[in-house]
């Protein structure tokens, strides 16, 4: 099992910046990738980045390109998510997921990973 908690999330008006942090524990080197999703109510669960767990690859969903960075520090198990010039459709309930595999093309899909945490609100106002 791997538990997975995040944290950062915050009211900001639109054009600021949060970070958010997600710590796994437990059976964390079963996972090879970790990614954020956002969900509103009633909505899919969207992809929003993914990052391989060790090698540093990642992957972006358009929306967010050139806002956001994932990044990890393995040391502390805990992958981040830089989010600047947040916009009022960035307002969602983030979560972290983490996975058994990587995968590539299919990385957005909330089928594929195996650990959720339990999210974490994040508004933008205009």
């Known amino acids: 099992q791997v538990q997975l908690v995040e944290s950062g999330g915050g009211s900001v008006q639109a054009g600021g910046s949060l970070r958010l942090s997600c710590v796994a524990s437990?059976?964390?080197?079963?996972?090879?990738?970790m990614a954020w999703f956002r969900q509103l109510p009633g909505k899919e669960r969207e992809g929003v980045a993914v990052?391989?767990?060790?090698?540093?690859?990642?992957y972006y969903a358009d929306s967010v390109k050139g806002r956001f960075t994932i990044s990890q520090d393995n040391a502390k198990n805990t992958v981040y998510l830089q989010m600047n010039s947040l916009k009022p459709e960035d307002t969602a309930m983030y979560y972290c997921?983490?996975?058994?595999?990587?995968?590539?093309?299919?990385?957005?899909?909330?089928?594929?990973?195996?650990?959720w945490g339990q999210g974490t609100q994040v508004t933008v106002s205009s």
């Open positions: 997921a983490a996975g058994w595999g990587w995968y590539g093309g299919s990385w957005s899909e909330a089928r594929n990973y195996n650990y």
């Open positions: 990052i391989s767990i060790g090698g540093g690859s990642t």
């Open positions: 437990g059976y964390t080197y079963s996972s090879k990738c």
